[in-house]
């Protein structure tokens, strides 16, 4: 919760979000989120979509949310505890906004009932509650049962190694802090997840929902907590974030030990009764933020967070995720290869590969189809059975080769197979690929793979072929692209497709005969690659529309008093005028060469003289006044659609008696708003995110 003042506000619209329930006038500390924050603003926009006109029967992604600000709603009954009807009241969670709470307040909670006080004990990696150490001790002393909590926040991760590189250093500043009070170490420590990745502005605050799973990052957060000393980790999330499709939901409950092992936050729009319980498969449920209590004057005045446990969930009692899964090997009448037991959250180690007289083996695959390659990078969280391939000797096939910072050069990957690596940051710097058993009249003087890599520093390096070393070696330097095609025989009966893994992206899709796979302008290391031989006239592997990714074109013109319409400029340029006190009065700002799988443009508004902020508008549109003699004041701009996912637009304006602004970004206001006062002269660029 987050009452620490008597004045309350019961329904407040901060930072493009609604907050159902009553915050301080002072809000909420950046660094300090109580828990429950983010999950009202997730169910009051589901609610408001449920009831909206849209009957669309597209099952929402929570992937894709990016949290926006919801229309207003109803908001969560304000409860009372000696109302019967309601569900247990067994645990109530605290944060530094009950500082408020006295020996009284729960000693009165325990005789109303309440079993369990959940503390939050840290957030991120330098918060700690204030007040945490007095509270549990006040706690203790009332007969309760103590749990803790960490607000897990991953801020900016864009992809599962940040993640969990992030999720590893929080897990061990709330051990760190956990031993320092003395916690015991089968205390129930709580991984708070809920954080989105942006707020109501924009700014980035959390992990990318698309390219970051927050189960697998708790994997690691338990582990490392284990790690310390503490091995009872639950996790707490809203109850529309739990599933069992990794690709849907954020909190897959299979990869965290069982739905037991969750904590689930629903709040009903409307009064809960003890007849029609929700989220029973859960451990806990966590039904309403707004139960006031009866017993003492100060609980009676401020409403606390209220939950039932289903399975002693707050106690030492249920359920940890399993430490170890076993790794099969189907060799599918290849040479045996021995299971492997591997810890939660570690990889497999890639065995020699088997034979089997007749064929070439060509990989491992994580299902019996043979369309997924696994990878050996990929952390374990189930019981996983790996599938060799095999193609025949009278079959051509490819081999390649991929030198990895920090790891040399790695073992030969084979039709399909993961390359490089995942999940650890880690740079491809070389490349070699070759043609293998061709047969059939495919020859090696006759057939061979031609192939170019764009390099940090360098550019598009000349094509090399059939083995030979593309990239650097010894130098530091990144892959950022390829390119490569087949010539000569084998091109008349073959296809070549390629994708890579691209920093801060993923997997791109499918790239084919010649295109480039990557990105350019961006700074951005490759870190995987895979690459296949398909028949001409079979299907492509998977999609082939977003392959490569360059920073798009930007150019932006001003009208400016007594000249008019300047050309139009491009990034980082200036447009209007410097000393001449000239005032800008409209603005046109377009974004173009956009590549291939990839949407969206601009949309910008001016505050202008005597009519104040106008309506955005996009794409090469006038915003400002024309005709009018009226100063341009302020602007703000915003990148739409998928660019914006991938690119940061960043203006500064040149403003009448201040001179140059510090560079703004993605919607914030550059200029002056009430002081007026002319913008000269802009200038606006594009950066990769």
């Known amino acids: 919760m987050k009452l620490k003042k008597s004045h309350i506000i019961p ?11 009553p915050v301080l006038a002072d809000e909420v500390s950046s660094d300090n989120t109580p828990m429950g924050h983010y999950i009202e603003q997730i169910q009051t926009q589901e609610t408001s979509k449920d009831s909206s006109s849209d009957t669309s029967a597209t099952t929402p992604n929570i992937r894709a949310r990016l949290f926006a600000a919801a229309p207003a709603a109803n908001v969560p009954s304000d409860l009372k505890s000696d109302d019967n009807t309601l569900p247990r009241k067994d645990a109530v969670d605290i944060a530094s906004y009950q500082s408020w709470m006295t020996q009284a307040d729960f000693n009165s909670l325990k005789t109303s009932g309440v079993k369990s006080i959940v503390v939050k004990l840290t957030e991120g990696t330098n918060y700690t509650n204030p007040y945490a150490a007095n509270q549990i001790k006040m706690a203790q002393n009332a007969g309760l049962n103590v749990a803790v909590y960490h607000y897990a926040r991953l801020t900016g991760a864009n992809s599962q190694s940040d993640a969990n590189s992030l999720a590893i250093q929080e897990a061990a500043y709330f051990a760190k802090v956990a031993k320092s009070f003395g916690l015991s170490s089968n205390i129930v420590m709580i991984m708070d997840c809920e954080q989105p ?13 698309i390219t970051v799973d927050w189960a697998t990052a708790g994997v690691q957060f338990a582990n490392t907590l284990k790690t310390n000393g503490y091995s009872n980790t639950k996790f707490y999330t809203s109850a529309s ?3 069992t499709n990794t690709a849907t939901c954020q909190m897959n ?16 729009y409307g009064k809960p009764s003890s007849n029609d319980l929700k989220n029973q498969q859960y451990g806990a449920w966590q039904y309403t933020s707004q139960m006031y209590y009866q017993g003492t004057k100060n609980l009676q005045t401020y409403p606390v967070d209220t939950s039932i446990d289903y399975s002693n969930y707050f106690t030492s009692t249920s359920p940890v995720p399993p430490s170890t899964y076993t790794i099969t090997f189907n060799t599918d009448g290849g040479t045996p290869i021995a299971n492997q037991s591997v810890v939660a ?9 088997p034979t089997k007289t007749g064929f070439n083996f060509s990989g491992w695959y994580s299902d019996s189809s043979l369309t997924q390659a696994y990878n050996f990078a990929k952390a374990i969280t189930s019981n996983t059975t790996l599938y060799a391939k095999w193609i025949p000797i009278t079959s051509p096939s490819i081999s390649y080769q ?38 059939n009249g495919l020859t090696n003087s006759n057939s061979h793979i031609q192939y170019q890599g764009y390099v940090q520093n360098i550019g598009w390096q000349n094509p090399v072929q059939d083995g030979t070393i593309a990239g650097t070696v010894g130098q530091g330097l990144r892959f950022e692209a390829i390119k490569m095609n087949l010539s000569g025989e084998i091109a008349n009966q073959y296809d070549l497709y390629y994708r890579v ?9 499918w790239a084919k005969n010649g295109e480039a796979a990557g990105t350019s302008t961006m700074s951005y290391r490759l870190e995987a690659i895979q690459i296949q031989l398909v028949k001409k006239g079979n299907p492509a592997p998977g999609a082939t529309t977003f392959t490569f990714l360059t920073t798009p074109s930007l150019q932006y013109c001003t009208q400016v008093q007594n000249i008019g319409w300047q050309n139009p400029v491009s990034t980082g340029q200036i447009s209007g005028t410097v000393g001449k006190s000239l005032r800008t009065e409209a603005l046109k700002i377009n974004i173009g060469n956009l590549s291939a799988g990839i949407d969206g443009g601009v949309s910008y508004s001016s505050q202008i003289q005597n009519i104040g902020w106008q309506a955005p508008v996009s794409n090469g549109q006038i915003s400002g006044s024309v005709g009018q003699s009226l100063r341009l004041e302020a602007l703000k701009i915003n990148l739409t659609g998928r660019i914006s996912q991938y690119f940061d637009i960043n203006y500064a304006s040149q403003v ?10 993605n919607g914030q206001i550059s200029g002056t708003v009430g002081m007026s006062l002319r913008v000269e002269a802009v200038k606006l660029s594009l950066s990769p995110k």
């Open 501 to 509: 893994q691209a920093q801060n992206i993923g997997w791109m899709d």
């Open 402 to 439: 991929a030198q990895v910072q920090n790891i040399g050069w790695q073992k030969n990957s084979y039709n399909g197979e993961t390359a490089g690596t995942t999940g650890l940051g880690l740079r491809m710097e070389s490349l070699k690929i070759s043609l293998i058993n061709l047969s």
């Open 253 to 268: 409950y299979n990869t965290l030990g069982g739905p037991k092992n969750l904590w689930a936050a629903q709040y009903l």
């Open 345 to 353: 959250g570690s990889v497999v180690t890639q065995p020699a590969a």
């Open 197 to 209: 990745y942006r707020d109501g502005s924009g700014n980035i605050i959390g992990p990318n929902p």
């Open 241 to 243: 974030w739990i599933g």
């Open 11 to 21: 329904l407040i619209l901060f930072s493009g979000f609604l907050l159902a329930k």
């Open 656 to 665: 009448q008696n201040i001179g140059w602004q510090a560079p703004v970004s």
